[in-house]
């Protein structure tokens, strides 16, 4: 079992950044690819970026590509997702997720963290 644990989430104007955190315990963080997903109300969960396990190749959603930063520190425990230029769009709950492998569907991943709110105004 891997248990995640989402923080950084807020309110932010258009333009502004945040940088999520997701906390893991459990079995070895270092094993597993982790990934980002959002879901805005009445939309379904997408994929927003993803990192492998050794952290030398990250994939991003073509709508946050220039602008989210994914990465990890596996001595930590902990994945980070770096938003600049955050837009309204952007707006949702993210989540943390871990799995085998990077996918970019949410049936890939085995774990899953409870999320956090994400609000940019206009």
């Known amino acids: 079992q891997v248990q995640l644990v989402e923080s950084g989430g807020g309110l932010v104007q258009t333009g502004g950044s945040l940088r999520l955190s997701c906390a893991a315990s459990?079995?070895?963080?270092?094993?597993?690819?982790m990934g980002w997903f959002r879901q805005a109300p009445g939309k379904e969960r997408e994929f927003v970026a993803g990192i492998r396990w050794s952290g030398d190749r990250t994939y991003s959603a073509e709508s946050v590509k220039g602008r989210f930063t994914i990465s990890r520190d596996n001595a930590k425990n902990t994945v980070y997702l770096q938003m600049n230029s955050l837009k309204p769009e952007d707006t949702g709950v993210y989540y943390c997720?871990?799995?085998?492998?990077?996918?970019?569907?949410?049936?890939?991943?085995?774990?899953w963290g409870q999320g956090t709110q994400v609000t940019v105004s206009s």
């Open positions: 997720t871990a799995g085998p492998r990077v996918g970019k569907q949410s049936y890939e991943y085995d774990y």
């Open positions: 459990g079995r070895t963080f270092s094993g597993y690819a």
